[in-house]
């Protein structure tokens, strides 16, 4: 791995780890486009750049990551139980998955799926505004919706939002519960995979480690900033739109 494509992949990392597109899915993409082996170097790579974004999420919500907010975060760890065992039972079945073709379909059903809850969306139906206001029924049934995200392509923020806004929150505060869901998943998911792949980073590039982990975490931050202020006036219908029209252009090419 050069430093070029290190950027690059920080970029997207940075970019999609926190919006409903599938991070997993551009990275898959983006590593056949830039040539990149999905091999162990790759992988401990990911590992760090993941860890980035962590950093960057955790940097934002600071006054969320205090022991008063107990509650809230019980209700995040039991929202995150779902996808931690279904993964660690079927993790050899999920792997068999990361396919380009997987993910070009799985974006189109999951713009479809935007573009519907969208449809039906109401204001005067939603429940939940606040996110100390989720109730535990909600975080149970955010955690069973993410569960679809071990399906590559199709994105854990795009599943955790779309199950909030199914059980009554409105958009901003579905997308926060996002946010902070990642935490424990991603903190496991990379400590997991950094576990299995400690031993790679001795062969790393570290200029290119490094340089990509800062990009990925400034990326991050930015998107996440911005994303908000998105939400503030419009909807989820672009990204909806643009999944399927991403999904559609990777089973032309491929």
Request: glycine share 8%; hydrophobic share 55%; charged share 15%.
């Amino acid at each position: 791995m050069d430093i070029f494509q290190a950027i690059i992949i920080g970029v997207i990392e940075g970019v999609t780890e926190f919006l409903p597109i599938s991070s997993t899915g551009h990275m898959i993409v983006a590593s056949e486009f830039l040539g990149m082996p999905q091999d162990a170097l790759t992988k401990a790579y990911e590992v760090i750049i993941q860890f980035a974004a962590i950093l960057a999420v955790m940097l934002i919500y600071k006054e969320q990551i205090s022991i008063k907010k107990h509650v809230l975060w019980t209700k995040i760890l039991i929202a995150f139980l779902p996808l931690g065992l279904i993964g660690y039972i079927f993790s050899e079945q999920i792997k068999a998955l990361f396919t380009v073709q997987t993910v070009a379909w799985m974006f189109i059903i999951g713009g479809m799926v935007f573009l519907i809850v969208e449809y039906f969306y109401s204001e005067e139906k939603v429940q939940t505004k606040e996110i100390e206001s989720v109730s535990f029924t909600q975080a149970i049934w955010i955690g069973i919706a993410q569960v679809f995200s071990l399906i590559p392509g199709t994105s854990r923020a795009g599943a955790t939002i779309i199950g909030g806004m199914l059980v009554g929150m409105d958009r901003k505060t579905s997308t926060e519960f996002s946010f902070l869901l990642a935490i424990p998943v991603m903190t496991v998911v990379s400590g997991y995979d950094l576990w299995n792949h400690y031993a790679d980073f001795a062969d790393a590039h570290w200029g290119a480690f490094i340089l990509g982990f800062i990009t990925a975490f400034i990326v991050a931050y930015i998107t996440i900033k911005l994303f908000l202020v998105f939400l503030e006036r419009f909807t989820f219908v672009a990204f909806g739109i643009y999944r399927i029209v991403f999904g559609i252009i990777l089973l032309m090419i491929m």
